[in-house]
């Protein structure tokens, strides 16, 4: 299969590749995938508490190539986002960036998964956090 | 194609790209294409035409081709039937079988591994009313031959199991399949593509009674086949699956191709007479690429057995990386993947999973397929790639970061998409 040079840019020069700390409440983690599906994302994005801007987002990725560079690519668009704009990247828009054929829109598909999944958590974890510190006091 | 990675230093005794997928075809060995050159010009004849000299000089290339194929098998000359290639060699002998045996029994024996050919044509014989056994193999990709005992009935007709499989290049256990064949009188036929050449193959020693080949896999051209049919001790009958002239004893018709049948019966002498020293040279690439592989990456595992393999087959798992994605990295090498993402069926490899292996493991299968133009130097320089591809692949893993960790993946609930 040929691959567009996007794909292999973001292939061979991976964007955000790493971890942050998943117990931070500024911290939001969506892993979605499945091994025997044979691809898994994880997106994690670090959120300003006061501005609800993502100041940071990192992804690691087990999958083909294109799933990489969605998985990238959605790291560079999400940052410097607030969360309500970042939940509005809709994998259509992965899969124009990356000349993705039809077969690897999935991967598109689980890049946008990851992203709501990451503001999910994030958003959970606030929650949470909240309840339990009234719980302690 | 882009480009996905430079390649600012290749070593001596390298070319690039390399070119290390010989079980899904190989290269011409230059002596077989010298050998066919003249019969695409001046021996243009039809082997067919009995009453000149251009058709005699045909049928003589067709007829010492015959020769040097049942020489390398331990058949006689008569007993090779020219095919376009084994898809139509294994069609023909199963189908052909089937259809000649129908009176007998309507039952065939075959085993989950086989290759489509065989495996799609025991499906449309099912649709006709005939029952197929697919054997199960074990963990190491073998049958076991108390299953193909058990598994033998009075209405079995055929038993067709490959000689080695394409994938992971286990071999079967021929010779005793064939002993029990005959003991039980039942017709033997075994898809011997990827292993006529390479190791040692004698349908008297081993009863096999129908075997498929095919010229590529051998350094011979495209297009061109063979199926050995037994003459005597049975005498083996098989009705004709395209009508037409007759050629070929009436099994079947079609004119010949002369120029690729001068050059699978030129391949096959050439195998004849290089198979051991070959083998042994192939044995050793094959296993200083693993012992490399094994030395500098964690979590990698041989997929199938490793004593009852082709010299030139390694099948391996580089687990937490999918195959897909390493493909890419190594795009100066010509190796395959048993992920999903690099087949048509967007399936991973049925043959993996046949071993018990689970879906990951399979999504991260690399097959090297090692052959006679393959050098030690590429063989390094491969091992050089994928050591460095993997290594950056599960700096990008999420799962290898988490086993690193201790987290227990299976305990894991994923989302299936």
């Known amino acids: ?75 560079e668009w999400v940052k410097g986002k607030t969360v309500a704009e970042a939940l509005e990247i809709k994998n259509t828009d992965i899969v124009k960036e990356l000349a993705l054929p039809p077969v690897k ?3 598109s598909v689980l890049a946008e998964d990851a992203i709501r999944a990451a503001i999910g958590d994030w958003k959970k974890k606030n929650g949470v956090a909240e309840a339990e510190a009234v719980a302690t006091h | 194609m882009s480009n996905v990675t430079s390649n600012p230093d290749v070593p001596e005794g390298v070319s690039l790209p390399i070119y290390m997928d010989n079980h899904a075809t190989s290269p011409m060995d230059p002596r077989v294409l010298e050998a066919m050159l003249p019969y695409f010009s001046v021996k243009f004849g039809n082997a067919a035409s009995r009453n000149h000299s251009f058709g005699w000089e045909a ?50 024996i075959t085993q989950v591994t086989e290759h489509k050919a065989v495996l799609d044509t025991c499906k449309r014989l099912e649709k006709y009313g005939y029952r197929v056994t697919y054997l199960p193999v074990k963990a190491d990709g073998l049958i076991d031959l108390d299953d193909l005992r058990r598994a033998i009935d ?32 039942v017709i033997f036929h075994t898809d011997a593509v990827q292993a006529v050449g390479k190791i040692p193959v004698d349908v008297q020693a081993m009863n096999i009674d129908v075997l498929s080949l095919t010229a590529h896999k051998i350094y011979g051209p495209k ?19 395209i009508d037409g002239g007759g050629h070929e004893r009436g099994m079947r018709s079609g004119t010949l191709n002369v120029p690729g049948i001068v050059g699978l019966g030129k391949a096959c002498a050439i195998a004849q007479e290089e198979m051991a020293t070959e083998a042994v040279r192939l044995r050793a690439m094959r296993d200083h690429l693993r012992a490399r592989l094994e030395a500098e ?35 100066d090498v010509a190796v395959s993947s048993g992920s999903a993402c690099t087949s048509a069926t967007l399936e991973p490899s049925y043959v993996l999973k046949a071993l018990g292996l689970g879906d990951d493991v399979a999504h991260s299968s690399i097959r090297f397929g090692l052959g006679r133009f393959n050098t030690m130097a590429e ?7 994928v050591i460095g591809i993997v290594k950056k692949l599960r700096e990008l893993s999420p799962l290898y970061e988490m086993v690193k960790e201790g987290i227990d993946l299976s305990k894991i609930e994923w989302a299936a998409h």
């Open chain 2, 59 to 108: 049928e003589q290339g067709v007829e010492q081709a015959r020769e040097q194929i049942a020489r390398l098998i331990g058949a006689t000359a008569k007993e090779i039937i020219f095919t376009s290639g084994a898809t139509e060699s294994n069609n023909l002998a199963i189908k052909g079988i089937a259809e000649m045996y129908r009176e007998r029994g309507n039952h065939i």
């Open chain 1, 1 to 75: 299969m040929a691959y567009s040079d996007k794909v292999v840019d973001h292939y061979n020069n991976p964007r955000n590749v790493g971890t942050l700390d998943k117990s931070s409440g500024e911290v939001g983690t969506g892993l979605v995938g499945a091994p025997e599906c044979g691809d898994v994302m994880r997106l994690q994005i670090r959120v300003n508490p006061e501005t609800q801007v993502i100041e940071e987002a990192k992804f690691k990725t087990f999958g083909c190539g294109s799933a990489i560079a969605s998985s990238s690519l959605a790291t």
């Open chain 2, 297 to 331: 990456l964690d979590y990698v595992e041989v997929n199938g057995s490793w004593e009852h393999r082709l010299p030139g087959n390694l099948n391996m798992s580089f687990i937490y990386v999918e195959g897909e994605s390493l493909l890419m990295g190594i795009n």
């Open chain 2, 379 to 385: 063989c390094d320089y491969v091992a050089d790639k």
């Open chain 1, 105 to 107: 829109i999935h991967c």
């Open chain 2, 223 to 241: 297009g061109v086949g063979a199926l050995y049919v037994r003459r005597r001790n049975p005498r083996v009958q098989i009705a004709a699956q």
């Open chain 2, 154 to 185: 009075d209405k079995t007709i055929l038993v067709t199991i490959m000689s080695a499989n394409n994938e992971i290049g286990v071999i079967q256990p021929v010779a005793e399949i064939g002993n029990i064949c005959h003991e039980k009188g």
